[in-house]
């Protein structure tokens, strides 16, 4: 009973991996990626949005994240429709979201050593100051929207 299931499993998992092999190969990947990551960048700018809003926009550079999704969102939606849109409009949008991304590590970092103690009192400072990590979510939103615009479109 456990060989034919195992087996089974692995027979699913390389049906799965040639299935997205060749869907990258005949560029219906490209799609899926531009949709994906506009439904992914309205979902991280709606935590941003939320998150940012509980912080009262302390900072003038909160606003950022919340102004580039709208963009990104259409580009991912024009890109999954449009060839030019995901040759032209995604990997803009998409590269300044992923910048955004990288900014927003930095400044975070900075939030969390300019709090009482600063990095001396890391084990406090981590947990309750800015997330360390939630920047990098809209690096890799940016990043699925940028390896889509490269990626070979179907014919």
């Not at 997205?20 to 309205?42: D, K, P, Q, Y």
């Not at 909160?62 to 030019?84: C, E, F, K």
């Not at 600063?118 to 939630?134: D, E, I, R, S």
């Amino acid at each position: 009973m456990r060989g034919s299931r195992a087996t089974r499993a692995a027979g699913e998992t390389v049906f799965l991996v040639d299935r997205m092999t060749h869907n990258i190969r005949t560029g219906r990947f490209e799609r899926s990626l531009s949709a994906l990551t506009a439904v992914s960048a309205l979902v991280t700018g709606a935590e941003v949005y939320f998150e940012h809003y509980r912080a009262s926009f302390g900072d003038p550079w909160m606003w950022s994240p919340v102004a580039l999704t709208p963009p990104l969102v259409a580009a991912g939606v024009g890109g999954a429709v449009s060839r030019r849109w995901a040759k032209t409009w995604l990997p803009l949008f998409a590269g300044l979201y992923f910048a955004n991304g990288v900014v927003g590590t930095y400044l975070h970092v900075r939030g969390v050593g300019r709090k009482p103690g600063g990095w001396a009192v890391a084990q406090y400072n981590v947990p309750m100051g800015p997330p360390l990590m939630a920047p990098g979510l809209m690096s890799m939103v940016g990043g699925m929207g940028l390896l889509a615009a490269i990626l070979r479109r179907e014919r």
